[in-house]
């Protein structure tokens, strides 16, 4: 199935939407940071030092699509929030991976997941992605990322992190593999 992308989309593409295609086609496993990311960016800090963190429903239902769809999910972030963890597992997420050198867990990740550097997506948004980002066979990121962010990735999205960015990046890998009818097709009856 082909992707369908409107002109004013088609001005987000870095590359053209023929390699992003292809590039989707490859990918195994769905890496994602999460502050900037899964979410907005901001952590609100209670006054007994609780944090709070806003995800976006429809980036939960684009993971568990991908999941549906047999394509693994895992998380890499530089801190540790019982937040995150909560969230992914609600999701299904494979793995959660803490660490400020994001670059670090990778060979962990591919022999873990039994992938390639090309069978991954990686959607990130700061300095501390990038290491990971100039690695990976489809390097995402989001408008609201560090300019170094969106210079080393392949496909900057059109939604925002932590406002439907992580649905886009998954509709695009279901659709690039043709999968996208099959998990979708129950929503359609």
């Keep these: 199935m082909k992707i369908r992308v409107s002109e004013s989309v088609k001005s987000v593409f870095k590359k053209d939407m023929k390699d992003i295609q292809e590039r989707a086609k490859k990918i195994k496993l769905l890496l994602l940071d999460v502050d900037g990311v899964l979410t907005d960016g901001r952590i609100i800090i209670g006054n007994y030092g609780d944090e709070i963190k806003n995800f976006d429903v429809r980036d939960g ?5 991908l999941k549906k769809a047999g394509i693994k999910c895992a998380i890499i972030t530089a801190k540790s929030s019982r937040i995150v963890s909560i969230r992914a597992k609600q999701l299904g997420i494979d793995r959660i991976y ?5 670059i670090k867990p990778l060979k962990e990740i591919k022999k873990r997941f039994r992938v390639n550097d090309d069978e991954i997506c990686f959607a990130g948004d700061d300095l501390v992605d990038i290491p990971v980002l100039k690695r990976v066979g489809l390097a995402v990121t989001v408008p609201n990322a560090s300019e170094e962010a969106k210079e080393a990735a392949h496909y900057l999205t059109q939604k925002k992190g932590g406002r439907g960015a992580v649905r886009e990046i998954c ?3 279901l659709k690039a593999q043709g999968k996208w009818d099959v998990v979708t097709r129950r929503y359609f009856e």
């Design 61 to 65: 239902l684009g993971i568990m699509m």
């Design 98 to 102: 803490e660490n400020h050198y994001k």
């Design 171 to 173: 509709d695009i890998i």
